[in-house]
């Protein structure tokens, strides 16, 4: 009920039917680990009801892991490596953050602590990067140091210089981090003052955290939190699988002869003539100056249709929904019959007996390649269900792509312009909130 966000939940509802997918499947199975009832996200996708999940639990051998802080030499994965291949001009400003708007008073040294805690426990957070004879390099450096942490106080300005200064601040410290030297992570507490909540703003470089880590992290952090202001030694939950030793099992992953095997089939699949998006001016620059954000929200009553009342109508995900929802309106568009995207995946599937990656952080994603179903003679409905059998085929050569997409093979694949991403429902935490400046 806490992770699908509603009030009751029988034993013989579906997961996905109430609005589940495979991100938060991943935070069940991590709750439940945690709770000593072994599962794993292929067992909640073969065992969609806790009825039938109960008789399944336990059935799996739970994975150990090592606890203590892993140091050394750790494996580029694939995505890592196609960071590097675009050579970007600015890469150690490539991050992701959050600003958080602090609900009760909490005292900026414990703070700190929990923060230290988190890049102590988190391994992926002390990850840095050097240039090498036969390409970059990574190794997770030691734990300790000093902690990229500070508070600012701003209580005496007024609210329009306050949000001058965050922004001024927040620049500064995207700016900041340094891939080789570290920090790789920063965070930031503004004091606003006693008639208004602080703000705390994180910064992670994107090679050390995505979607799934912000989930991890900011739970971990509320914990941590919660514990010190009840004069509690931190305890965070067990750690899983290394991220090093995932990055190991990938990479030998994306060597093995079956994989190899499959993507021929796929490279062909992906270059069925497809006309390219229309541009007002072909060969033009394509930088983020001329680029511009359009946002567009819906009502929570249509957004609790999509996420909870059409699946179980058409035994469908929120992903199809979006997916099939994108590719009607840009053939609207385009009059064309196709549309060829690059879709996000979260990264950890249940491809390693061995391995557990449900509460990992780092930079796990993957993008595949897909293309959408022909439009020609489809309805609303008819069109839903293709999409869902387009994303749906072949669900473990899938993830092989997902693998092969990001190595050298890359290069031979079709140019393509659209990424849409569903970054599934993101649960408020109880002392602190997402907010703006």
């Not at 600003?99 to 602590?113: C, G, I, K, S, Y």
């Not at 340094?178 to 920063?186: D, F, I, K, M, V």
């Not at 992953?253 to 497809?274: G, V």
């Not at 249940?350 to 990992?360: G, L, N, T």
């Amino acid at each position: 009920m806490e992770v699908l966000g509603i009030e009751r939940v029988g034993i013989h509802d579906n997961f996905f039917e109430l609005g589940g997918d495979s991100i938060l499947s991943i935070q069940i199975v991590a709750k439940a680990n945690r709770a000593g009832i072994q599962l794993t996200p292929k067992l909640l996708f073969q065992h969609q009801t806790i009825a039938f999940l109960a008789a399944a639990a336990g059935t799996v051998e739970a994975v150990r892991a090592e606890q203590k802080p892993v140091t050394g030499a750790v494996p580029l994965t694939p995505v890592q490596q196609w960071f590097f291949e675009e050579n970007f001009a600015c890469g150690h400003h490539w991050n992701q953050a959050v600003m958080l708007e602090v609900r009760q008073p909490l005292e900026a040294v414990l703070l700190e602590r929990a923060f230290a805690q988190l890049l102590t426990h988190h391994d992926a957070l002390r990850l840095r990067f050097a240039p090498g004879e036969s390409g970059w390099q990574q190794f997770n450096a030691e734990p300790g140091g000093a902690v990229p942490f500070e508070k600012l106080d701003l209580s005496n300005l007024l609210t329009n210089e306050q949000s001058c200064a965050i922004e001024s601040k927040a620049d500064a410290v995207q700016a900041s981090l340094n891939l080789s030297e570290g920090p790789l992570a920063r965070a930031v507490l503004f004091d606003l003052g006693a008639q208004q909540p602080s703000r705390l703003l994180i910064v992670i470089h994107h090679l050390a955290v995505d979607g799934v880590s912000w989930r991890i992290l900011l739970e971990d952090l509320q914990n941590a939190c919660e514990q010190l202001s009840r004069g509690l030694a931190i305890s965070l939950p067990p750690k899983t699988t290394s991220f090093k030793q995932w990055a190991q099992r990938l990479v030998e992953y994306a060597q093995s002869e079956a994989l190899h095997e499959e993507f021929d089939y796929w490279l062909a699949h992906l270059q069925k003539p497809i006309s390219p998006l229309p541009v007002d001016f072909a060969g033009g620059s394509n930088a983020v100056a001329q680029s511009r954000i359009v946002s567009v929200a819906i009502a929570a009553e249509d957004t609790n249709v999509l996420l909870h009342e059409v699946p179980k109508v058409y035994r469908t995900q929120i992903n199809d929904v979006l997916l099939a929802a994108l590719a009607w309106a840009f053939a609207q568009w385009t009059r064309e019959p196709s549309l060829l995207v690059d879709l996000d995946g979260h990264g950890r599937e249940d491809i390693f007996p061995d391995a557990d990656v449900s509460r990992d952080c780092g930079l796990v994603y993957f993008r595949v390649s897909g293309t959408a179903v022909d439009r020609r003679g489809f309805n609303s409905c008819r069109w839903l269900k293709g999409c869902q059998r387009t994303v749906a085929r072949h669900p473990e050569s899938r993830y092989r792509l997902r693998v092969a997409a990001i190595s050298r093979w890359r290069r031979n694949f079709p140019e393509i312009a659209l990424a849409p991403g569903c970054r599934g429902e993101f649960q408020l935490l109880r002392t602190v909130r997402p907010s703006s400046p």
